[in-house]
């Protein structure tokens, strides 16, 4: 039983990444995971990723690139108004304007500069660099 099957593929990745993989495998999937892996993929922290659709249990292969330092989850997940995000850029980025914050707003799943950019708060959810 997973608790949190988010945490469980950010630390399947970073481990797989550090032993110099190239490719690793997660499951179980879910909607809130395929959006995560969109958003490193479309800022190439990632490779590609496919969905290997079996019965008894669906699975996602990913292509590791090596540009991924560190991913993790933000744990509470901190609910968070439009003009707070620079604290949290601070406790969890290495520098400005290095690495995403992934936030949840009313709009879907979107990266913390889109939220600043909207004027939308949310609910903090993961972050890369």
């Known amino acids: 039983m997973l608790n ?14 550090k032993k110099g993989k190239a490719e690793c495998t997660i499951s179980p999937t879910s909607k809130t995971i395929k959006k995560v892996l969109e958003m490193m993929h479309e800022h ?6 496919e ?3 079996q019965k008894a249990l669906p699975s996602i292969k990913i ?19 439009k003009d707070g995000y620079e ?6 980025l290495p520098a400005k304007n290095v690495g995403i914050i992934v936030v949840s707003t009313s709009q879907g799943m979107i990266t ?3 939220a600043k950019k909207k004027g939308l708060g949310g ?6 660099y």
């Open 123 to 128: 609910s903090l959810i993961a972050y890369f």
């Open 112 to 114: 913390h500069y889109e």
């Open 63 to 81: 292509n590791l690139i090596g540009a991924l330092n560190k991913c993790a989850v933000i744990k509470p997940h901190f609910s968070i108004k």
């Open 4 to 17: 949190d099957p988010l945490a469980n593929v950010m630390n399947t990745i970073v481990n797989a990444q």
């Open 44 to 49: 190439h922290y990632i490779g590609t990723f």
């Open 51 to 53: 969905i290997m659709d």
């Open 87 to 92: 604290k949290f850029e601070k406790r969890y």
